[in-house]
Protein backbone atom coordinates (compact mmCIF):
# COMPACT_ATOMS: atom_id res chain seq x y z
CA UNK A 1 0.00 0.00 0.00
CA UNK A 2 1.17 3.68 -0.59
CA UNK A 3 1.60 6.43 2.03
CA UNK A 4 -2.12 8.75 1.64
CA UNK A 5 -0.19 12.31 1.89
CA UNK A 6 3.39 11.21 -0.29
CA UNK A 7 2.80 7.99 -2.49
CA UNK A 8 5.58 6.23 -0.84
CA UNK A 9 5.35 2.95 -0.37
CA UNK A 10 4.93 1.51 3.71
CA UNK A 11 6.46 -1.49 4.88
CA UNK A 12 6.66 -0.91 8.37
CA UNK A 13 4.10 -1.84 10.90
CA UNK A 14 3.56 0.34 13.92
CA UNK A 15 0.85 -1.44 15.44
CA UNK A 16 -0.62 -5.06 13.80
CA UNK A 17 -4.08 -5.74 15.41
CA UNK A 18 -4.87 -8.23 13.56
CA UNK A 19 -8.51 -7.84 11.84
CA UNK A 20 -11.76 -6.64 13.23
CA UNK A 21 -15.25 -5.62 12.18
CA UNK A 22 -16.10 -1.56 11.50
CA UNK A 23 -16.18 -0.45 15.65
CA UNK A 24 -19.83 1.87 14.92
CA UNK A 25 -21.32 -1.64 13.29
CA UNK A 26 -23.58 -2.22 15.94
CA UNK A 27 -25.73 -5.52 15.75
CA UNK A 28 -29.90 -5.50 16.22
CA UNK A 29 -31.21 -8.59 17.58
CA UNK A 30 -32.08 -9.47 14.13
CA UNK A 31 -29.03 -9.30 12.54
CA UNK A 32 -27.44 -11.12 15.67
CA UNK A 33 -27.17 -14.32 13.30
CA UNK A 34 -25.81 -12.83 10.01
CA UNK A 35 -21.95 -13.28 8.96
CA UNK A 36 -19.91 -9.59 10.08
CA UNK A 37 -17.16 -8.03 7.59
CA UNK A 38 -13.79 -8.31 9.40
CA UNK A 39 -11.36 -5.82 7.91
CA UNK A 40 -7.77 -6.04 8.60
CA UNK A 41 -6.62 -3.87 11.06
CA UNK A 42 -2.94 -2.72 11.19
CA UNK A 43 -0.87 0.46 11.06
CA UNK A 44 1.91 1.27 9.64
CA UNK A 45 4.74 4.35 9.31
CA UNK A 46 5.72 6.43 6.34
CA UNK A 47 9.37 6.48 6.51
CA UNK A 48 9.21 9.73 4.34
CA UNK A 49 6.41 11.98 5.71
CA UNK A 50 6.25 9.73 8.88
CA UNK A 51 2.46 10.04 8.72
CA UNK A 52 1.26 6.68 11.20
CA UNK A 53 -1.88 5.07 9.03
CA UNK A 54 -3.94 2.50 8.91
CA UNK A 55 -3.37 0.10 5.93
CA UNK A 56 -6.92 -0.83 4.43
CA UNK A 57 -10.15 1.24 3.70
CA UNK A 58 -13.15 0.55 4.58
CA UNK A 59 -15.88 2.21 2.47
CA UNK A 60 -17.28 5.41 3.69
CA UNK A 61 -20.63 4.26 3.26
CA UNK A 62 -20.40 1.93 5.69
CA UNK A 63 -19.28 3.37 8.59
CA UNK A 64 -20.82 6.46 7.98
CA UNK A 65 -24.34 5.00 7.56
CA UNK A 66 -27.81 5.94 8.94
CA UNK A 67 -27.41 4.10 11.53
CA UNK A 68 -24.07 5.20 12.95
CA UNK A 69 -24.89 5.64 16.68
CA UNK A 70 -21.83 8.42 17.74
CA UNK A 71 -24.20 11.44 19.25
CA UNK A 72 -21.78 13.91 20.82
CA UNK A 73 -24.18 15.23 23.44
CA UNK A 74 -24.69 12.54 25.05
CA UNK A 75 -21.44 13.17 26.72
CA UNK A 76 -21.82 16.21 28.98
CA UNK A 77 -17.65 16.26 29.41
CA UNK A 78 -17.32 16.75 25.47
CA UNK A 79 -20.10 19.31 25.23
CA UNK A 80 -18.63 21.19 28.24
CA UNK A 81 -15.27 21.36 26.45
CA UNK A 82 -16.98 22.40 23.31
CA UNK A 83 -18.29 25.69 25.31
CA UNK A 84 -14.89 26.43 26.52
CA UNK A 85 -13.34 25.86 23.36
CA UNK A 86 -16.08 28.55 21.51
CA UNK A 87 -15.64 31.09 24.28
CA UNK A 88 -11.92 30.99 23.73
CA UNK A 89 -12.02 31.59 20.11
CA UNK A 90 -14.65 33.80 19.54
CA UNK A 91 -12.02 36.19 22.30
CA UNK A 92 -9.07 35.26 20.59
CA UNK A 93 -9.86 35.66 17.00
CA UNK A 94 -12.52 38.39 17.72
CA UNK A 95 -15.28 37.09 15.95
CA UNK A 96 -19.08 38.67 15.70
CA UNK A 97 -22.39 38.75 14.30
CA UNK A 98 -19.90 40.13 11.04
CA UNK A 99 -18.35 36.91 10.91
CA UNK A 100 -18.73 32.90 9.36
CA UNK A 101 -18.24 30.00 11.70
CA UNK A 102 -17.88 26.63 10.06
CA UNK A 103 -17.62 23.45 11.30
CA UNK A 104 -17.09 20.31 9.97
CA UNK A 105 -18.73 16.78 11.37
CA UNK A 106 -20.74 19.32 13.26
CA UNK A 107 -22.67 16.32 14.80
CA UNK A 108 -25.83 17.17 16.36
CA UNK A 109 -25.06 20.45 17.06
CA UNK A 110 -23.32 20.14 20.24
CA UNK A 111 -20.83 22.72 19.54
CA UNK A 112 -22.49 25.32 17.27
CA UNK A 113 -25.35 25.71 19.32
CA UNK A 114 -22.65 27.93 21.28
CA UNK A 115 -21.46 30.09 18.58
CA UNK A 116 -25.36 30.34 17.60
CA UNK A 117 -26.37 31.48 21.09
CA UNK A 118 -23.69 34.41 20.72
CA UNK A 119 -25.13 35.72 17.37
CA UNK A 120 -22.23 34.73 15.41
CA UNK A 121 -23.74 33.54 12.00
CA UNK A 122 -22.37 29.77 11.41
CA UNK A 123 -23.19 26.38 9.57
CA UNK A 124 -22.22 23.01 9.89
CA UNK A 125 -20.93 19.93 7.59
CA UNK A 126 -22.41 16.67 8.69
CA UNK A 127 -22.01 13.52 6.33
CA UNK A 128 -24.56 11.50 8.78
CA UNK A 129 -28.22 12.16 8.12
CA UNK A 130 -29.53 11.39 12.11
CA UNK A 131 -27.36 13.52 13.84
CA UNK A 132 -27.49 16.10 10.84
CA UNK A 133 -31.36 16.43 11.79
CA UNK A 134 -30.61 16.82 15.52
CA UNK A 135 -28.92 19.66 14.55
CA UNK A 136 -31.57 21.24 12.38
CA UNK A 137 -33.54 20.53 15.70
CA UNK A 138 -31.57 22.91 17.51
CA UNK A 139 -32.00 25.39 14.84
CA UNK A 140 -28.50 24.92 12.94
CA UNK A 141 -28.04 24.94 8.93
CA UNK A 142 -26.22 21.55 7.78
CA UNK A 143 -24.43 20.99 4.46
CA UNK A 144 -25.41 17.28 4.63
CA UNK A 145 -22.30 15.88 2.68
CA UNK A 146 -18.65 14.95 2.75
CA UNK A 147 -15.90 17.96 3.34
CA UNK A 148 -14.00 17.61 0.25
CA UNK A 149 -12.38 20.68 -1.97
CA UNK A 150 -15.10 20.19 -4.58
CA UNK A 151 -17.69 21.18 -2.02
CA UNK A 152 -15.30 23.93 -0.16
CA UNK A 153 -15.64 25.67 -4.05
CA UNK A 154 -19.18 25.43 -4.22
CA UNK A 155 -19.59 27.16 -0.93
CA UNK A 156 -16.84 29.99 -1.86
CA UNK A 157 -19.27 30.38 -5.28
CA UNK A 158 -22.24 30.76 -2.64
CA UNK A 159 -20.44 33.36 -0.39
CA UNK A 160 -19.85 30.96 2.19
CA UNK A 161 -16.24 31.35 3.18
CA UNK A 162 -15.14 31.26 6.46
CA UNK A 163 -13.56 33.27 9.26
CA UNK A 164 -12.70 30.14 10.87
CA UNK A 165 -13.45 26.30 10.33
CA UNK A 166 -13.85 23.99 13.07
CA UNK A 167 -12.42 20.47 13.10
CA UNK A 168 -12.76 18.61 16.03
CA UNK A 169 -11.92 14.96 16.06
CA UNK A 170 -12.64 14.55 12.24
CA UNK A 171 -8.99 15.26 10.82
CA UNK A 172 -7.98 11.57 11.60
CA UNK A 173 -10.78 10.14 10.10
CA UNK A 174 -10.51 11.03 7.03
CA UNK A 175 -9.33 8.97 3.98
CA UNK A 176 -8.14 11.32 1.67
CA UNK A 177 -5.95 13.91 3.93
CA UNK A 178 -5.28 15.80 0.87
CA UNK A 179 -8.26 16.99 -0.56
CA UNK A 180 -9.31 17.32 3.22
CA UNK A 181 -6.70 20.03 3.54
CA UNK A 182 -7.57 21.48 0.24
CA UNK A 183 -10.46 21.96 1.24
CA UNK A 184 -9.53 23.82 4.19
CA UNK A 185 -7.83 26.46 2.44
CA UNK A 186 -10.45 26.51 -0.42
CA UNK A 187 -13.09 27.67 1.94
CA UNK A 188 -10.90 30.20 4.27
CA UNK A 189 -10.88 33.92 3.82
CA UNK A 190 -7.60 35.24 3.07
CA UNK A 191 -7.24 36.30 6.98
CA UNK A 192 -9.27 33.20 8.44
CA UNK A 193 -8.24 30.78 10.67
CA UNK A 194 -8.46 26.37 10.65
CA UNK A 195 -8.82 24.77 14.20
CA UNK A 196 -7.68 20.94 14.56
CA UNK A 197 -8.37 18.76 17.59
CA UNK A 198 -7.10 15.33 17.24
CA UNK A 199 -5.82 13.00 19.62
CA UNK A 200 -1.85 13.27 19.80
CA UNK A 201 0.69 10.50 18.49
CA UNK A 202 2.70 11.26 21.40
CA UNK A 203 0.48 10.67 24.09
CA UNK A 204 -0.83 7.00 22.09
CA UNK A 205 2.40 6.02 22.57
CA UNK A 206 3.51 7.14 26.18
CA UNK A 207 0.09 5.94 27.54
CA UNK A 208 -0.63 2.58 25.30
CA UNK A 209 -3.78 3.99 24.03
CA UNK A 210 -3.86 1.50 21.35
CA UNK A 211 -7.65 0.81 21.81
CA UNK A 212 -7.83 4.29 19.88
CA UNK A 213 -6.83 2.00 16.52
CA UNK A 214 -10.21 1.31 14.83
CA UNK A 215 -10.76 1.63 10.83
CA UNK A 216 -12.84 5.50 11.19
CA UNK A 217 -9.56 6.49 12.66
CA UNK A 218 -7.52 6.39 9.42
CA UNK A 219 -4.36 9.26 10.84
CA UNK A 220 -2.32 9.09 13.94
CA UNK A 221 -1.05 12.24 13.72
CA UNK A 222 1.91 13.83 15.34
CA UNK A 223 3.26 17.79 14.61
CA UNK A 224 6.50 15.97 12.73
CA UNK A 225 4.26 14.38 10.12
CA UNK A 226 1.87 17.53 9.94
CA UNK A 227 4.21 20.21 9.43
CA UNK A 228 4.90 18.05 6.20
CA UNK A 229 1.41 18.04 5.06
CA UNK A 230 -0.05 20.64 5.72
CA UNK A 231 2.65 22.57 4.28
CA UNK A 232 2.23 20.33 0.85
CA UNK A 233 -1.54 21.12 1.17
CA UNK A 234 -1.03 25.07 1.39
CA UNK A 235 -1.57 25.50 4.95
CA UNK A 236 1.00 26.55 7.76
CA UNK A 237 0.47 26.10 11.08
CA UNK A 238 0.85 28.84 13.26
CA UNK A 239 0.45 27.80 16.69
CA UNK A 240 -0.64 24.52 19.06
CA UNK A 241 -2.11 24.00 22.29
CA UNK A 242 -2.31 20.73 24.26
CA UNK A 243 -5.41 19.44 25.49
CA UNK A 244 -6.92 16.65 28.13
CA UNK A 245 -9.70 15.24 25.66
CA UNK A 246 -9.29 11.86 24.58
CA UNK A 247 -6.17 10.85 26.99
CA UNK A 248 -4.07 13.96 25.44
CA UNK A 249 -4.75 15.89 22.63
CA UNK A 250 -3.29 18.35 20.14
CA UNK A 251 -5.26 21.86 18.56
CA UNK A 252 -3.43 23.26 15.57
CA UNK A 253 -4.03 26.68 14.26
CA UNK A 254 -3.55 26.72 10.54
CA UNK A 255 -4.03 29.77 7.79
CA UNK A 256 -3.94 29.95 4.35
CA UNK A 257 -0.06 29.99 3.54
CA UNK A 258 0.20 32.61 1.29
CA UNK A 259 -1.13 34.56 3.84
CA UNK A 260 0.66 33.43 6.88
CA UNK A 261 4.33 34.53 7.31
CA UNK A 262 6.49 31.44 7.40
CA UNK A 263 8.48 32.51 10.68
CA UNK A 264 5.07 33.60 12.53
CA UNK A 265 5.17 30.19 14.51
CA UNK A 266 4.20 30.46 18.51
CA UNK A 267 6.74 29.50 21.34
CA UNK A 268 5.01 26.79 22.32
CA UNK A 269 5.20 25.02 18.73
CA UNK A 270 8.54 25.58 18.22
CA UNK A 271 9.17 23.62 21.27
CA UNK A 272 6.99 21.21 20.68
CA UNK A 273 8.14 20.21 17.56
CA UNK A 274 11.96 20.47 18.99
CA UNK A 275 10.23 17.47 21.62
CA UNK A 276 9.01 15.55 19.33
CA UNK A 277 12.69 15.42 17.33
CA UNK A 278 14.27 14.71 20.49
CA UNK A 279 11.88 11.65 20.87
CA UNK A 280 13.07 10.82 18.21
CA UNK A 281 9.33 11.08 15.54
CA UNK A 282 11.81 11.27 12.46
CA UNK A 283 13.46 7.66 13.40
CA UNK A 284 11.66 4.14 13.04
CA UNK A 285 13.10 3.17 16.21
CA UNK A 286 10.47 5.27 17.63
CA UNK A 287 7.68 3.37 15.72
CA UNK A 288 9.01 0.00 16.69
CA UNK A 289 8.38 -1.86 19.74
CA UNK A 290 4.94 -0.57 20.56
CA UNK A 291 3.35 -3.85 20.01
CA UNK A 292 4.63 -5.09 23.14
CA UNK A 293 3.44 -2.70 25.19
CA UNK A 294 0.19 -3.43 23.58
CA UNK A 295 0.75 -6.70 24.26
CA UNK A 296 1.07 -6.56 27.63
CA UNK A 297 -2.15 -4.71 28.35
CA UNK A 298 -4.04 -7.47 26.69
CA UNK A 299 -2.54 -10.25 28.76
CA UNK A 300 -3.06 -8.37 32.21
CA UNK A 301 -6.66 -7.92 31.27
CA UNK A 302 -7.14 -11.29 30.29
CA UNK A 303 -5.87 -12.61 33.36
CA UNK A 304 -7.81 -10.47 36.13
CA UNK A 305 -10.87 -11.24 33.82
CA UNK A 306 -10.06 -15.30 33.82
CA UNK A 307 -9.54 -14.75 37.40
CA UNK A 308 -12.70 -12.79 38.42
CA UNK A 309 -14.80 -15.69 36.73
CA UNK A 310 -12.74 -18.75 38.43
CA UNK A 311 -13.79 -16.52 41.84
CA UNK A 312 -17.31 -16.38 40.55
CA UNK A 313 -17.21 -12.71 40.72
CA UNK A 314 -19.41 -11.02 38.22
CA UNK A 315 -17.59 -8.32 35.67
CA UNK A 316 -19.73 -6.11 33.33
CA UNK A 317 -18.45 -2.97 31.21
CA UNK A 318 -19.30 0.69 30.71
CA UNK A 319 -19.73 2.76 27.59
CA UNK A 320 -20.06 1.05 24.31
CA UNK A 321 -17.97 3.43 22.43
CA UNK A 322 -15.57 2.53 19.59
CA UNK A 323 -12.15 1.88 21.51
CA UNK A 324 -14.28 -0.89 23.67
CA UNK A 325 -14.97 -2.41 20.36
CA UNK A 326 -10.63 -2.48 19.59
CA UNK A 327 -10.12 -3.77 23.26
CA UNK A 328 -12.74 -6.00 23.26
CA UNK A 329 -11.99 -7.65 19.89
CA UNK A 330 -8.20 -7.36 20.22
CA UNK A 331 -8.24 -9.01 23.48
CA UNK A 332 -10.75 -11.81 21.86
CA UNK A 333 -13.06 -11.30 25.29
CA UNK A 334 -16.52 -12.49 24.65
CA UNK A 335 -19.72 -12.19 27.26
CA UNK A 336 -18.54 -15.32 29.49
CA UNK A 337 -15.96 -13.10 30.37
CA UNK A 338 -18.04 -9.53 30.32
CA UNK A 339 -21.53 -10.59 30.76
CA UNK A 340 -22.86 -7.03 29.44
CA UNK A 341 -21.86 -3.52 28.37
CA UNK A 342 -24.33 -0.77 29.86
CA UNK A 343 -24.19 2.58 27.69
CA UNK A 344 -26.43 6.13 28.16
CA UNK A 345 -27.02 5.99 23.94
CA UNK A 346 -30.69 5.21 23.34
CA UNK A 347 -29.53 4.52 20.26
CA UNK A 348 -26.82 1.62 20.91
CA UNK A 349 -29.22 -0.08 23.91
CA UNK A 350 -30.47 -3.14 23.11
CA UNK A 351 -28.28 -3.77 20.58
CA UNK A 352 -24.92 -5.62 20.81
CA UNK A 353 -20.98 -5.04 20.20
CA UNK A 354 -19.66 -5.60 16.54
CA UNK A 355 -17.74 -8.91 16.82
CA UNK A 356 -17.76 -10.00 20.23
CA UNK A 357 -21.70 -9.66 20.31
CA UNK A 358 -21.83 -8.45 24.09
CA UNK A 359 -25.31 -6.92 24.61
CA UNK A 360 -25.42 -3.31 25.42
CA UNK A 361 -28.02 -2.37 28.02
CA UNK A 362 -29.29 0.73 29.38
CA UNK A 363 -27.20 1.62 33.09
CA UNK A 364 -30.19 0.94 35.02
CA UNK A 365 -29.02 -2.73 34.34
CA UNK A 366 -26.01 -2.08 37.11
CA UNK A 367 -29.16 -1.97 39.78
CA UNK A 368 -30.55 -5.07 39.11
CA UNK A 369 -26.94 -6.88 38.03
CA UNK A 370 -25.03 -5.61 41.24
CA UNK A 371 -21.72 -6.47 39.29
CA UNK A 372 -18.46 -6.70 41.33
CA UNK A 373 -16.40 -5.17 38.88
CA UNK A 374 -17.00 -2.46 36.07
CA UNK A 375 -14.43 -1.74 33.34
CA UNK A 376 -14.50 1.57 31.85
CA UNK A 377 -14.18 1.02 28.40
CA UNK A 378 -13.90 5.01 27.54
CA UNK A 379 -11.34 5.53 30.31
CA UNK A 380 -10.96 8.84 29.47
CA UNK A 381 -14.37 9.61 30.52
CA UNK A 382 -13.55 7.79 34.05
CA UNK A 383 -14.42 10.25 36.59
CA UNK A 384 -17.39 11.41 34.91
CA UNK A 385 -18.64 7.41 34.87
CA UNK A 386 -17.35 6.80 38.29
CA UNK A 387 -19.58 9.41 40.09
CA UNK A 388 -22.48 8.41 37.55
CA UNK A 389 -22.83 4.69 38.48
CA UNK A 390 -21.96 5.45 42.06
CA UNK A 391 -24.28 8.10 42.31
CA UNK A 392 -27.69 7.14 40.18
CA UNK A 393 -27.36 3.44 39.97
CA UNK A 394 -24.91 1.35 42.63
CA UNK A 395 -22.28 2.12 45.15
CA UNK A 396 -20.46 -1.06 45.65
CA UNK A 397 -19.11 -2.05 42.68
CA UNK A 398 -15.33 -1.74 42.08
CA UNK A 399 -14.03 0.03 38.67
CA UNK A 400 -11.18 -1.26 36.42
CA UNK A 401 -9.52 0.51 33.51
CA UNK A 402 -6.85 -1.36 31.37
CA UNK A 403 -4.73 1.42 30.00
CA UNK A 404 -2.38 2.14 29.84
CA UNK A 405 -1.95 -0.49 32.78
CA UNK A 406 -4.92 -2.39 34.54
CA UNK A 407 -5.95 -0.05 37.20
CA UNK A 408 -9.00 -1.18 40.29
CA UNK A 409 -10.31 1.41 41.83
ZN1 LIG B 1 4.23 9.44 3.41
Redesign the pocket.
Known sequence: ME?R????NLVHSFADLGSAPPSNSYLSEERLNDAETWYRLNVLV?D????VQTDDYVASEEMFSDDYAYYSSFSSSWVNHAKNYVDLIVQKLGLNENSNVVEIAANDGYLLQFVKGKNIPCYGIEPTTGTANEAKKRGIEIVENFFTEKLAYELVANEKSADLIIANNVLAHVPDINDFLKAFKALLKPNGTATFEFPYLVNLVDNIQFDTIYHEHFSYLSLTSLTIIFKNNGLHIYDIEYLSTHGGSLRVYAKNQKYSKSNNESLLLRTAKENETNLGLNDLNYYFGFIKKIEKVKNNLLKFLINAKENKEKVIGYGAAAKGNTLINYSGIKSDLIKFIVDKNPNKQNKFMPGSKIPILHPSSITEYKPDYILILPWNLSDEIINEVKSEYYSEAKFITAIPELIIK
Open positions: CHCGHCKCWL
